[in-house]
């Protein structure tokens, strides 16, 4: 199984980026793919989950302004990120899990994929 994560970058506060994780080797279509973000000195911390056909889950520090989607086709899925705020640096990765049960998705241990991880630096 592999996730490729891409999209990462330097970006002033108040705009936007879209991060990419193209996944192989699994059954898309069975998974729930999320996103986790991990800035210096921080755990690791879940940013959005979304399932085929299911709706998404965020966490409350990026609702309203992070859009996950996924292209069941492509096996892709995106992560949307707008207004984005200096807090928002990280590292983002891109993550697969397979257990449908929703108090699992918000901890990184449950999770079965990772990809490598993307910068994104927001400038103040």
């Known amino acids: 199984v592999q996730l490729q994560a891409s999209g990462g970058g330097l970006v002033q506060a108040g705009g936007s980026l879209r991060l990419s994780c193209a996944a192989s080797?699994?059954?898309?279509?069975?998974?729930?793919m999320g996103w986790f973000r991990q800035a210096p000195g921080k755990e690791r911390e879940f940013v959005a989950v979304?399932?085929?056909?299911?709706?998404?889950n965020y966490a409350n520090s990026v609702k309203g302004r992070f859009t996950i989607s996924r292209d069941n086709a492509k096996n892709t899925v995106y992560l949307q990120m707008n207004s984005l705020k200096p807090e928002d640096t990280a590292v983002y990765y891109c993550?697969?899990?397979?257990?449908?049960?929703?108090?699992?998705?918000?901890?990184?241990?449950?999770?079965?994929?990772w990809g490598q991880g993307t910068q994104v630096t927001v400038s103040s």
């Open positions: 979304r399932w085929r056909n299911v709706n998404a």
């Open positions: 080797g699994l059954t898309f279509s069975n998974y729930g």
């Open positions: 993550a697969a899990i397979r257990s449908p049960i929703l108090s699992s998705v918000y901890q990184p241990e449950y999770y079965n994929y």
